[in-house]
Nanobody, 123 residues
């Protein structure tokens, strides 16, 4: 099992920045990739960004390219999401996720999920 705990959400004005963190524990050696997903009010959960744990390959949703940066803290199994130029439509609960298998790519079929952290962007 892998446990994930997110932090760093909050309220920010449009144009501002936030950084989310996700601390992983447990069987972290089994992780192939980690990613961020979000779910806004009345919306389905959607992919935001992902990072392959070995090789550092990254993928982003078109809506966040150029504004969000996903990275990892190599000193510990922690995933980061730097969010700049935030927009009101970025308002959502952001979830950290991890997966074991490489077979289904970076954007789907994650095995482990955090509890989520709220990000609210005011206009």
């Amino acid at each position: 099992q892998v446990q994930l705990v997110e932090s760093g959400g909050g309220l920010v004005q449009a144009g501002g920045s936030l950084r989310l963190s996700c601390a992983a524990s447990g069987r972290t050696w089994s992780i192939f990739s980690m990613g961020w997903f979000r779910q806004g009010p009345g919306d389905e959960r959607e992919f935001v960004a992902a990072l392959a744990w070995r090789g550092n390959t990254t993928e982003y949703a078109e809506s966040v390219k150029g504004r969000f940066t996903i990275s990892r803290d190599n000193a510990k199994p922690t995933l980061l999401l730097q969010m700049n130029s935030l927009k009101p439509e970025d308002t959502a609960v952001y979830y950290c996720a991890a997966k074991k298998s490489w077979a289904t790519g970076l954007q789907r079929m994650y095995d482990y999920w955090g509890q989520g952290t709220q990000v609210t962007v005011s206009s």
